[in-house]
């Protein structure tokens, strides 16, 4: 009788600073450049481009649900590899984090649009606009699943 994780893929999470997530999966969803794209065992194999946005995973009937910020994936058979900047589960965003960093985003952005070379500013503006794509990825992800104290901290500090 064949084992029942023969119709997973193994998933992988990796940021300069940590393994993320390292699981057996049932099937993954990935933000990628091209939209959400969704993933099982027996994919073809290909290299995507990742966004700042929510990935959900499930395990049999349990499903979970995260942030990535840009990066990229590796996806293979039985493999996907998602190499990214940062991740974090709803549990690790502090709303307060959130707000400052969309406070200086803004703030550079001012001080960006007064650069003389248009190509300098495009890449700093380049840079900014991650900054706050991540910002409106962890903010997505706390009014869909974090928990009701942070779904008030959103409002009080007026996020949505």
Same mark, same amino acid.
């Given at each position: 009788?064949?084992?029942? =994780?023969?119709?997973?893929?193994?998933?992988?999470?990796?940021?300069?600073?940590?393994?993320?997530?390292?699981?057996?999966?049932?099937?993954?969803?990935?933000?990628?450049?091209?939209?959400?794209?969704?993933?099982?065992?027996?994919?073809?194999?290909? @290299?995507?481009?990742?966004?700042?946005?929510? @990935?959900?995973?499930?395990?049999?009937?349990? $499903?979970?649900?995260?942030?990535? =910020? #840009?990066?990229?994936?590796?996806?293979?058979?039985?493999?996907?590899? %998602?190499?990214?900047?940062?991740?974090?589960?709803?549990?690790?965003?502090?709303?307060?984090? $959130?707000?400052?960093?969309?406070? #200086?985003?803004?703030?550079?952005?001012?001080?960006?649009?007064?650069?003389?070379?248009?190509?300098?500013?495009?890449?700093?503006?380049? #840079?900014?606009?991650?900054? $706050? %794509? /991540?910002?409106?990825? /962890?903010?997505?992800?706390?009014?869909?699943?974090?928990?009701?104290?942070?779904?008030?901290?959103?409002?009080?500090?007026?996020? $949505?």
């Amino acid at each position: 009788m064949a084992e029942k =994780s023969t119709n997973k893929v193994k998933f992988t999470v990796v940021t300069p600073y940590k393994n993320f997530f390292e699981k057996k999966v049932s099937s993954v969803i990935l933000p990628t450049l091209d939209g959400e794209i969704g993933f099982m065992p027996g994919h073809t194999p290909l @290299v995507l481009a990742l966004k700042p946005g929510i @990935v959900t995973v499930r395990i049999d009937d349990e $499903i979970s649900h995260f942030t990535v =910020s #840009e990066g990229y994936a590796e996806v293979g058979q039985h493999l996907v590899l %998602a190499v990214c900047n940062a991740a974090e589960s709803p549990e690790e965003i502090h709303v307060r984090w $959130i707000r400052e960093a969309l406070d #200086e985003a803004n703030e550079d952005r001012k001080k960006i649009l007064k650069i003389e070379d248009p190509d300098a500013r495009a890449y700093a503006l380049k #840079e900014v606009d991650q900054k $706050i %794509a /991540r910002a409106k990825a /962890r903010i997505h992800l706390i009014e869909l699943y974090g928990s009701d104290h942070q779904k008030e901290r959103l409002v009080e500090l007026e996020l $949505i």
